[in-house]
T-cell receptor, first 112, second 115 residues
Framework: GENVEQHPSTLSVQEGDSAVIKCTYSDSASNYFPWYKQELGKGPQLIIDIRSNVGEKKDQRIAVTLNKTAKHFSLHITETQPEDSAVYFCAASPPQGGKLIFGQGTELSVKP | EAEVAQSPRYKITEKSQAVAFWCDPISGHATLYWYRQILGQGPELLVQFQDESVVDDSQLPKDRFSAERLKGVDSTLKIQPAELGDSAMYLC?????????????FGPGTRLTVL
């Protein structure tokens, strides 16, 4: 079945710096790749996604890239702020929909 | 903005007791998911409904877990009897696929502690 690997598990940056989180997936048929932000005690919040027919997508300070050949996708956060501190999860979805397969999560800490 | 509702937010119970969680998806979302999230890990699917029908319950421990979505709207997940290893966050998500993609929106979750 599908497997998603996420790195790093923890990431600490200074306010204003950039943060990059990387994920790889195993099922080449996967075609939808969402990213979620989860704050302590809350449910995951969908912050951005990328679809297999697109290589890159940007939304203000957040961007995602997808390399289908390498089965690799990444989240980039620029000009980080303390409120960006949270656990971030990548996920992959098969083309027919159904369950999302999540990575193990990255705990991002942005220090003022 | 429409949101997925879940209750209770927190539940503490003793092992061997029964517990139940409730979820109300975003209005109009035909697909409903129950995920379990163990501390420090990503969510894992327990059961998926399409309207009132179960589509995927392959990872649901059916000896103690049950789920229903009788009218194809809200849903209940039950555990009986609860075990220590069931302590986790139980998340409900919903999707409509009107965009053609598998966008899933999560509720705030129910944090279960089994003593």
């Amino acid at each position: 079945g599908e497997n998603v690997e996420q790195h790093p598990s923890t990431l600490s940056v200074q306010e204003g710096d950039s943060a990059v989180i990387k994920c790889t997936y195993s099922d080449s048929a996967s075609n939808y790749f969402p990213w979620y932000k989860q704050e302590l005690g809350k449910g995951p919040q969908l912050i951005i996604d990328i679809r297999s027919n697109v290589g890159e997508k940007k939304d203000q300070r957040i961007a995602v890239t997808l390399n289908k050949t390498a089965k690799h996708f990444s989240l980039h956060i620029t000009e980080t702020q303390p409120e960006d501190s949270a656990v971030y999860f990548c996920a992959a979805s098969p083309p027919q929909g159904g369950k999302l397969i999540f990575g193990q999560g990255t705990e991002l800490s942005v220090k003022p | 903005e429409a949101e997925v509702a879940q209750s209770p937010r927190y539940k503490i119970t003793e092992k061997s007791q029964a517990v139940a969680f409730w979820c109300d998806p975003i209005s109009g979302h035909a697909t409903l998911y129950w995920y379990r999230q163990i501390l420090g890990q990503g969510p894992e699917l327990l059961v998926q409904f399409q309207d009132e029908s179960v589509v995927d319950d392959s990872q649901l421990p059916k000896d103690r877990f049950s789920a229903e979505r009788l009218k194809g709207v809200d849903s209940t997940l039950k555990i009986q009897p609860a075990e220590l290893g069931d302590s986790a966050m139980y998340l409900c998500a919903s999707s409509s696929r009107t965009s053609g993609w598998n966008e899933q929106f999560f509720g705030p979750g129910t944090r279960l502690t089994v003593l």
